[in-house]
């Protein structure tokens, strides 16, 4: 049995048109061999931590400032010392610095890899994770204030261009059709995309920049209705994740709740569009929360597609944080205490869960989240 499991190889397929317009896949082009080390099993899926950390963060930062009024969460907030939240930004800061250099390790030393992931329907979408990680951690920053700090400017165009640069490659394929077009490879994680925009124009709106925020915030939120609805649709890509991907169905409340704070930014309060993509987000969490059994093949063993329910989470509550700023009375605040609460205990558990069993999110050759199992044939 171990030896036919060593002769495994993965191939990563590519997806390309022929010109009657039927998809051709090609499980040949990238072949590797099944002893691999860590950089060639690391991927850009690992930036869901940062992502969780970095939006953690960010929560914590707005429910600590003094003009947040949150009264349910005030006396906690108050008595947890300074400290505690420079600690958990430094190791937001420390988590993605690491994540980074690994995936810097990696673009050199295995970029034939790195090359199978862009062009993967799944693995493309993650690589707009870490510029959404440095802006979040940005705009969580304790000592650099948006709209007068030269340094806060000048970060947010060194992590913004790369979103606009993969929104040209991504998108442009999306509107022509060209070898990735929508209905082919549209599935959960393509929302990366459209959050992506709207963190940035969400950062931009922070720093006073209202006609770069809205550009960002047409461009994502224009591609949002358009992904949403081909989601709904159930096309061949949306049906082609396996199952051990299933969490990022969560990416649906995220991609709706940073669209409701990127707009209230914008529009300076939280109004009516904001309340309406926070209710969505509400509804489509409720709508996950009832399917258990969605789930349930993706919770058999711990693996790094688990920290894809914290970010969600931790976006949906500073939503509500922000409702609840706007809309006075007690079930605002206490949905602000539920969801806070919620995102701080997901990430808690997920700390936790990696500390004793890092052994099963480390990267491993025979295991490529990536790929479905059945398109991991034997080597020839």
């Known amino acids: 049995m171990e030896d036919k499991e ?20 090609d499980l040949d082009a990238f072949s590797f061999p099944p002893n691999v080390s860590i950089l060639t099993g690391f991927h850009a899926g690992y930036f869901r931590i940062s992502l969780s950390l970095c939006g953690q963060a960010l929560l914590w930062k707005t429910l600590s400032e003094p003009g947040t ?3 349910a969460l005030r006396h906690v907030v108050r008595m947890l010392p300074s400290a505690a939240f420079v600690l958990l930004w430094s190791v937001a800061l420390a988590s993605l610095v690491l994540l980074c250099a690994l995936y810097a390790c990696r673009c050199l030393f295995k970029f034939r890899h790195v090359q199978a992931e862009f062009v993967h329907h799944v693995g493309a979408n993650y690589l707009f994770a870490p510029w959404i990680s440095w802006l979040l ?3 969580s920053a304790f000592f650099l204030r948006p709209g007068s700090s030269a340094a806060y400017d000048a970060l947010w165009w060194v992590f913004s261009v790369p979103i606009v640069v993969l929104d040209l490659k991504i998108y442009g394929q999306w509107f022509t059709k060209g070898k990735r077009f929508l209905s082919a490879v549209a599935n959960p994680t393509s929302q990366m995309t459209v959050i992506a925009n709207l963190v940035g124009a969400r950062a931009a709106a922070k720093m006073g ?7 960002m915030f047409a461009v994502g939120i224009a591609h949002y209705l358009v992904l949403f609805v081909t989601l709904y649709q159930r096309f061949e890509g949306s049906n082609s994740l396996p199952a051990m991907l299933r969490p990022v169905f969560f ?5 709706s709740s940073t669209a409701s704070l990127a707009w209230s930014s914008i529009s300076g309060s939280f109004d009516t569009a904001s309340k309406m993509l926070f209710y969505l987000s509400l509804f489509l969490l409720a709508s996950l929360v009832t399917r258990p059994a969605l789930f349930r093949r993706s919770m058999r063993r711990f693996s790094i597609a688990w920290w894809a329910y914290s970010f969600p989470l931790s976006m949906v509550a500073l939503a509500a944080t922000e409702y609840a700023q706007e809309v006075t009375g007690g079930v605002p605040n206490a949905l602000m205490l539920l969801l806070a609460v919620l995102s701080v205990l997901v990430i808690v558990v997920l700390m936790g869960f990696t500390a004793v069993k890092t052994c099963d999110i480390l990267p491993r050759g025979d295991d490529d989240p990536f790929v479905p199992s059945n398109q991991i044939a034997p080597a020839a």
């Open 137 to 139: 951690l940005l705009q």
């Open 69 to 71: 009024d949150a009264r």
């Open 251 to 255: 990416l649906f409340i995220a991609a």
């Open 6 to 25: 060593q002769q495994l190889s993965i191939s990563i397929p590519v997806i390309s048109a022929s010109p009657s317009g039927d998809l051709d896949l």
């Open 209 to 215: 920049r209202e006609e770069v925020a809205t550009c």
